[in-house]
């Protein structure tokens, strides 16, 4: 029966569909799609020419999601036009000095377009972070000058712990348990974006897969095999192949590209496969059978999507394969 | 040998066939001839045991019970385009459990098949891939054997190892069973003939009966009463 896969394995198209394909998907759209989500990230340049010690604090402090934070010894207003920086911080090259004796004007220079959007909540980040140290270093300060026998180094490590501030209001805070940490989710609607292309690319496969199945019907080979032979071993063994062939590169391609793959996701080639095979034992004609799947994957496309932005929540969407991801 | 019993076969609201009653004998000599959607190949399948009767049964005797005494080879190529004439056989024979036998041998040799034992199908002529699916559905050494136009697009050198084959065969016992519209294939090969016409068997008669005329078909003008004046060119 083996017999029947090395005669699917004759062609090239097969080749140039399960081993081009997937070589070009990883060379080139899998890095694409990867830069376009990262692309979220918001780029920000920091510009110190004196290259100070506060400047590594501060960047280490506000160094999270979603910036992506570059620093430069000299000031390009170019990165501004061309994108490459949503905003540019200039710091003062006497900017430490300045915050630890109290002077705070102008020791930032704050570049910026009428296209830069979110660059104000990494100014708000880097304005706390500056306060804090310029109200530690008054602190320091007064207290030394009150108390001569404190160490200023130490006041200003601990400043706010002397000045013990009452806040201004307090706000009640509740924590709820199983709620979604959104900052995870930026990274998993990418996955969710490969991991789709990915579905899209195996139901493809399978359907031409399934195609011989037409062929064989219409030439009529299979009813040869089924007359020699009065079993279904053929399509076992045509089964058997397409699922060894899809598992292998939906396990390769999830562990490279790193998708979280929750354990209903791994029927999903299952069900894809099973699919095709009832639609090709109910259509008898290809083109009807492709017709319908064809309209199956756009539309398992768009409910995924809707699904995974939360849109829809019902349990009919998972009738839509893909969608057992999200289980 | 294969008896018929009031045979019918619908498909949706189409009779296909409509109430075949006939018998075929062993060692016989036997085509059904009639215009396109005559029922023809819908009677072979059904005798072949492809399909099932919606009414009606097929009976074979205990020489036919084995599960290779029936040969079938349809009108299309039931070939794997790109596997060579050699994996096709290797194939079957493996299907069947059997190894390479006398029988097998005098088919290929007779058939000519070994000149073009490497190659694919889709590089063969039209003729010798007649020949091959010939081959494909003998390989089992079948009691009887039911050939749904098998010399379709098949020159003449094709057609008389094919002939030859098949003439041989029935010297020895094989039952042949086939669909035709080639009236030097029916001289050479027929001894009956059933006529159909519209799911009907209408008429079953010895090959000289319908050429000389010694029949009476309940439609003169028919596509059937044309098709068999065509004896004579």
């Known amino acids: ?327 | 040998m294969l008896q018929l019993n009031s045979v019918s076969y619908q498909k949706g609201k189409s009779d296909l066939i409509q109430s075949v009653s006939a018998t075929v004998q062993p060692g016989d000599r036997l085509t059904i001839f009639g215009p396109n959607g005559a029922g023809k190949s819908t009677l072979m399948r059904l005798m072949a045991g492809i399909i099932q009767p919606s009414s009606g049964t097929i009976t074979y005797d205990d020489s036919l019970s084995g599960k290779n005494a029936i040969g079938y080879i349809p009108q299309q190529l039931a070939l794997f385009e790109n596997l060579t004439v050699k994996e096709h056989l290797r194939f079957y024979q493996k299907m069947i459990g059997s190894k390479t036998n006398p029988f097998m041998n005098e088919m290929i040799e007779t058939l000519q098949l070994k000149d073009f034992w490497n190659k694919r199908i889709d590089e063969l002529s039209g003729g010798m891939k007649r020949k091959v699916n010939l081959t494909v559905g003998m390989i089992q050494q079948p009691k009887i054997v039911f050939l749904d136009e098998p010399f379709v697009g098949v020159d003449l050198a094709a057609k008389h190892d094919m002939l030859n084959w098949l003439n041989r065969l029935n010297s020895r016992g094989v039952t042949i069973v086939f669909v035709t519209h080639d009236w030097q294939v029916i001289h050479e090969l027929a001894d009956k003939m059933w006529l159909m016409e519209n799911g009907d068997l209408l008429h079953e008669a010895t090959v000289d009966e319908v050429v000389h005329d010694h029949i009476e078909l309940p439609d003169t003008s028919s596509a059937l009463q044309k098709m068999i004046s065509f004896h004579r060119y």
């Not at chain 1, 896969?5 to 899998?30: A, C, D, M």
């Not at chain 1, 300045?98 to 660059?119: A, K």
């Not at chain 1, 006041?155 to 009640?172: N, Q, S, T």
Request: charged fraction near 20%.
């Open chain 1, 1 to 327: 029966m083996f017999m029947i896969w090395k005669s699917i394995l004759k062609r090239k198209t097969t080749w140039v569909l399960v081993v081009i394909i997937p070589i070009l998907f990883g060379l080139v759209i899998y890095p694409t799609i990867k830069d376009t989500v990262s692309q979220v990230s918001v780029p920000i340049t920091v510009v110190d020419q004196t290259d100070q010690e506060i400047t590594d604090e501060l960047l280490n402090e506000i160094d999270e999601e979603p910036f992506q934070v570059s620093r430069m010894d000299t000031l390009d207003l170019r990165l501004l036009s061309t994108g490459e920086a949503e905003a540019i911080f200039v710091f003062n090259d006497n900017m430490e000095a300045n915050i630890l004796s109290g002077q705070t004007d102008e020791i930032i220079t704050w570049y910026r377009t009428e296209n830069s959007y979110v660059d104000g909540l990494f100014k708000e980040k880097l304005a706390s972070a500056l306060m804090s140290r310029v109200v530690r270093a008054e602190a320091a300060s007064v207290v030394t000058q009150y108390k001569p026998e404190a160490d200023w180094e130490e006041v200003y490590e601990y400043g706010l712990r002397y000045f013990e501030p009452r806040p201004i209001f307090e706000m009640k805070f509740e924590h709820i348990s199983g709620v979604e940490d959104r900052s995870a989710t930026v990274d998993e609607s990418g996955d969710h974006l490969l991991f789709i292309l990915l579905w899209l690319y195996i139901s493809m496969l399978i359907g031409y897969f399934t195609q011989f199945l037409y062929e064989w019907r219409a030439d009529g080979v299979l009813e040869r095999l089924q007359m020699v032979q009065r079993s279904g071993r053929f399509y076992l063994t045509w089964l058997i192949g397409v699922f060894g062939i899809t598992y292998s590169i939906f396990l390769m391609a999830t562990q490279l590209m790193e998708i979280p793959v929750v354990k209903w996701a791994y029927l999903i080639p299952f069900g894809t496969v099973l699919i095709y095979f009832i639609f090709f034992e109910i259509v008898k004609k290809k083109w009807t059978m492709y017709a319908w799947m064809i309209s199956y994957s756009v539309a398992s496309f768009v409910i995924f999507l809707l699904a995974d932005w939360k849109i829809i929540e019902s349990d009919w969407m998972y009738l839509f394969i893909p969608t057992w991801l999200l289980v």
